[in-house]
Protein backbone atom coordinates (compact mmCIF):
# COMPACT_ATOMS: atom_id res chain seq x y z
CA UNK A 1 0.00 0.00 0.00
CA UNK A 2 2.92 2.02 0.71
CA UNK A 3 4.59 1.76 -2.77
CA UNK A 4 0.85 2.57 -4.59
CA UNK A 5 1.24 5.82 -1.99
CA UNK A 6 4.43 6.44 -3.36
CA UNK A 7 3.68 5.80 -7.02
CA UNK A 8 3.95 8.44 -9.59
CA UNK A 9 0.45 6.90 -10.65
CA UNK A 10 -0.86 8.52 -7.59
CA UNK A 11 0.61 11.34 -7.62
CA UNK A 12 1.24 13.42 -9.76
CA UNK A 13 -1.11 11.40 -12.28
CA UNK A 14 -4.20 11.88 -11.03
CA UNK A 15 -3.44 15.66 -10.87
CA UNK A 16 -2.97 15.45 -14.40
CA UNK A 17 -6.34 13.97 -15.48
CA UNK A 18 -8.14 16.71 -13.15
CA UNK A 19 -5.86 19.45 -14.45
CA UNK A 20 -6.95 18.10 -18.08
CA UNK A 21 -10.91 18.14 -16.97
CA UNK A 22 -10.61 21.67 -15.81
CA UNK A 23 -9.31 22.86 -19.20
CA UNK A 24 -12.18 21.50 -20.77
CA UNK A 25 -14.65 23.24 -18.66
CA UNK A 26 -12.59 26.44 -18.52
CA UNK A 27 -13.31 26.48 -22.35
CA UNK A 28 -16.76 26.54 -21.82
CA UNK A 29 -17.02 29.21 -19.45
CA UNK A 30 -17.58 33.08 -20.05
CA UNK A 31 -13.80 34.45 -19.64
CA UNK A 32 -14.63 38.09 -18.04
CA UNK A 33 -16.18 35.88 -14.53
CA UNK A 34 -14.03 36.00 -10.93
CA UNK A 35 -14.85 32.11 -11.06
CA UNK A 36 -12.77 31.28 -14.60
CA UNK A 37 -9.86 33.63 -13.08
CA UNK A 38 -9.52 31.69 -9.92
CA UNK A 39 -10.32 28.05 -11.72
CA UNK A 40 -7.54 29.24 -14.25
CA UNK A 41 -4.83 30.81 -11.51
CA UNK A 42 -4.95 27.76 -9.30
CA UNK A 43 -5.47 25.24 -11.73
CA UNK A 44 -1.75 26.74 -13.24
CA UNK A 45 -0.45 26.78 -9.24
CA UNK A 46 -1.54 22.75 -9.16
CA UNK A 47 -0.24 22.03 -12.24
CA UNK A 48 3.42 23.62 -10.56
CA UNK A 49 2.84 21.94 -7.40
CA UNK A 50 2.25 18.11 -8.88
CA UNK A 51 5.04 18.66 -11.04
CA UNK A 52 6.93 19.59 -8.22
CA UNK A 53 6.22 17.47 -5.42
CA UNK A 54 4.75 14.21 -7.62
CA UNK A 55 6.75 10.92 -7.70
CA UNK A 56 8.20 12.06 -11.42
CA UNK A 57 9.61 15.51 -9.90
CA UNK A 58 12.65 17.12 -11.74
CA UNK A 59 13.30 18.48 -8.40
CA UNK A 60 15.39 16.32 -5.62
CA UNK A 61 13.80 15.99 -2.42
CA UNK A 62 17.39 16.80 -0.88
CA UNK A 63 17.22 20.67 -3.18
CA UNK A 64 17.59 23.06 -0.42
CA UNK A 65 14.57 24.89 -2.45
CA UNK A 66 12.50 21.76 -1.92
CA UNK A 67 11.00 21.78 1.58
CA UNK A 68 10.42 25.51 1.43
CA UNK A 69 8.33 25.31 -2.15
CA UNK A 70 6.04 22.15 -0.57
CA UNK A 71 5.00 24.36 2.50
CA UNK A 72 4.30 27.48 -0.03
CA UNK A 73 2.55 24.76 -2.10
CA UNK A 74 0.09 24.02 0.90
CA UNK A 75 -0.31 27.28 2.06
CA UNK A 76 -1.77 27.97 -1.86
CA UNK A 77 -3.54 24.84 -1.76
CA UNK A 78 -5.98 26.35 1.15
CA UNK A 79 -5.45 29.74 -0.26
CA UNK A 80 -7.56 28.97 -3.37
CA UNK A 81 -10.30 27.84 -1.04
CA UNK A 82 -9.87 31.24 1.37
CA UNK A 83 -9.70 33.12 -1.56
CA UNK A 84 -12.97 32.19 -3.32
CA UNK A 85 -14.72 32.13 -0.14
CA UNK A 86 -13.58 35.90 0.58
CA UNK A 87 -14.50 36.84 -2.94
CA UNK A 88 -18.09 35.51 -2.80
CA UNK A 89 -18.61 36.42 0.87
CA UNK A 90 -18.16 40.22 0.02
CA UNK A 91 -18.72 40.72 -3.41
CA UNK A 92 -18.67 44.29 -3.09
CA UNK A 93 -14.96 44.53 -1.91
CA UNK A 94 -12.06 45.38 -3.94
CA UNK A 95 -9.44 42.69 -5.39
CA UNK A 96 -7.08 44.15 -3.44
CA UNK A 97 -8.82 43.81 0.26
CA UNK A 98 -10.47 39.86 -0.97
CA UNK A 99 -6.61 38.93 -1.45
CA UNK A 100 -5.24 40.25 1.79
CA UNK A 101 -7.89 38.95 3.91
CA UNK A 102 -7.62 35.99 2.21
CA UNK A 103 -3.95 35.39 2.50
CA UNK A 104 -3.63 36.35 6.17
CA UNK A 105 -6.50 33.59 6.60
CA UNK A 106 -4.55 31.21 4.45
CA UNK A 107 -1.96 32.10 7.09
CA UNK A 108 -3.62 31.17 10.47
CA UNK A 109 -3.06 27.32 10.16
CA UNK A 110 1.01 27.67 8.89
CA UNK A 111 1.24 30.03 11.82
CA UNK A 112 -0.65 28.57 14.52
CA UNK A 113 0.84 25.04 13.73
CA UNK A 114 4.78 26.17 14.22
CA UNK A 115 3.58 28.12 17.08
CA UNK A 116 2.31 25.05 18.63
CA UNK A 117 5.40 22.95 17.33
CA UNK A 118 7.67 25.56 19.74
CA UNK A 119 5.71 25.41 22.62
CA UNK A 120 4.37 21.69 23.46
CA UNK A 121 6.45 18.83 22.95
CA UNK A 122 5.31 16.80 20.15
CA UNK A 123 7.30 14.03 18.69
CA UNK A 124 9.48 15.90 15.27
CA UNK A 125 8.15 12.95 13.02
CA UNK A 126 6.68 14.44 10.11
CA UNK A 127 3.00 12.15 10.85
CA UNK A 128 2.69 14.10 13.61
CA UNK A 129 3.34 17.63 12.21
CA UNK A 130 0.77 16.85 9.63
CA UNK A 131 -1.59 15.86 11.80
CA UNK A 132 -0.98 19.21 14.03
CA UNK A 133 -1.83 20.55 10.93
CA UNK A 134 -4.96 19.00 9.58
CA UNK A 135 -6.85 19.27 13.08
CA UNK A 136 -6.23 22.56 12.80
CA UNK A 137 -7.23 23.14 9.29
CA UNK A 138 -10.23 21.30 9.74
CA UNK A 139 -10.88 22.93 12.91
CA UNK A 140 -10.63 26.65 10.97
CA UNK A 141 -12.44 25.89 7.99
CA UNK A 142 -15.55 24.42 10.00
CA UNK A 143 -14.87 27.86 12.08
CA UNK A 144 -15.87 29.82 8.93
CA UNK A 145 -19.42 28.21 8.11
CA UNK A 146 -21.23 30.34 9.96
CA UNK A 147 -19.58 33.02 10.26
CA UNK A 148 -19.25 33.44 6.18
CA UNK A 149 -22.29 31.98 4.90
CA UNK A 150 -25.65 34.38 6.32
CA UNK A 151 -28.85 33.39 5.80
CA UNK A 152 -29.17 37.14 3.40
CA UNK A 153 -27.09 35.56 1.00
CA UNK A 154 -28.68 34.27 -2.35
CA UNK A 155 -29.80 30.95 -1.48
CA UNK A 156 -28.24 28.92 -4.61
CA UNK A 157 -24.71 30.74 -4.06
CA UNK A 158 -25.17 29.93 0.23
CA UNK A 159 -25.67 25.95 -1.09
CA UNK A 160 -22.84 25.90 -3.32
CA UNK A 161 -20.42 27.79 -0.71
CA UNK A 162 -21.79 25.46 1.53
CA UNK A 163 -20.50 22.22 -0.40
CA UNK A 164 -17.44 24.03 -1.36
CA UNK A 165 -17.11 24.51 2.68
CA UNK A 166 -18.09 20.83 3.24
CA UNK A 167 -16.19 19.34 0.33
CA UNK A 168 -12.87 20.83 1.74
CA UNK A 169 -13.49 19.99 5.61
CA UNK A 170 -13.95 16.54 4.32
CA UNK A 171 -10.14 16.60 2.61
CA UNK A 172 -8.78 17.61 5.81
CA UNK A 173 -11.01 15.14 8.19
CA UNK A 174 -9.71 12.56 5.88
CA UNK A 175 -6.13 12.98 6.03
CA UNK A 176 -6.47 13.12 9.98
CA UNK A 177 -7.78 9.92 9.91
CA UNK A 178 -5.34 8.22 7.54
CA UNK A 179 -2.44 10.02 9.72
CA UNK A 180 -4.14 8.54 12.53
CA UNK A 181 -4.22 5.24 11.12
CA UNK A 182 -0.61 5.35 10.07
CA UNK A 183 0.80 6.62 13.44
CA UNK A 184 -1.09 3.09 14.50
CA UNK A 185 0.94 1.30 12.37
CA UNK A 186 -2.43 0.31 10.19
CA UNK A 187 -0.92 -0.39 6.88
CA UNK A 188 -4.66 0.93 5.44
CA UNK A 189 -3.56 4.52 6.55
CA UNK A 190 -1.27 4.58 3.09
CA UNK A 191 -4.23 3.66 1.42
CA UNK A 192 -6.90 5.66 3.12
CA UNK A 193 -4.51 8.67 2.45
CA UNK A 194 -4.45 8.67 -1.63
CA UNK A 195 -8.62 9.43 -1.29
CA UNK A 196 -8.16 12.96 -0.08
CA UNK A 197 -5.33 13.63 -2.40
CA UNK A 198 -7.23 12.59 -5.31
CA UNK A 199 -9.96 15.12 -3.97
CA UNK A 200 -7.32 17.80 -3.38
CA UNK A 201 -5.45 17.45 -6.53
CA UNK A 202 -7.84 15.93 -9.22
CA UNK A 203 -11.57 16.80 -7.92
CA UNK A 204 -11.83 20.56 -6.05
CA UNK A 205 -11.46 22.84 -8.93
CA UNK A 206 -13.17 20.55 -11.11
CA UNK A 207 -16.33 20.21 -8.70
CA UNK A 208 -16.00 23.53 -7.54
CA UNK A 209 -16.47 24.40 -11.02
CA UNK A 210 -18.94 22.28 -12.71
CA UNK A 211 -21.14 22.70 -9.61
CA UNK A 212 -21.16 26.80 -9.52
CA UNK A 213 -24.42 28.49 -10.68
CA UNK A 214 -24.55 30.04 -13.70
CA UNK A 215 -24.39 33.37 -11.91
CA UNK A 216 -20.89 32.43 -11.09
CA UNK A 217 -19.85 31.27 -14.61
CA UNK A 218 -20.67 27.85 -13.86
CA UNK A 219 -21.05 25.49 -16.63
CA UNK A 220 -24.27 23.48 -14.97
Known amino acids: ?4 YDSGWHHPFAAYLGLAVLVVLL ?3 PRSTFLFRWAALFGLVLAADATITGAWSPLPSSSPIFTPLSIAFVILGDARFFFLQERLARPDASMLRVTIVAALTS ?3 PVSSTLLRHALPLDSDGRWLFLTYELLALGWVLSTWRVRYGRDRDPETR ?3 VRVTAFFATLYALWATADVLILLDVELGHLLRIVPNVLYYAVFLVATVAFAPRAHG ?3
Open 27 to 29: ARM
Open 1 to 4: MKAL
Open 218 to 220: GVR
Open 107 to 109: LVV
Open 159 to 161: RWL
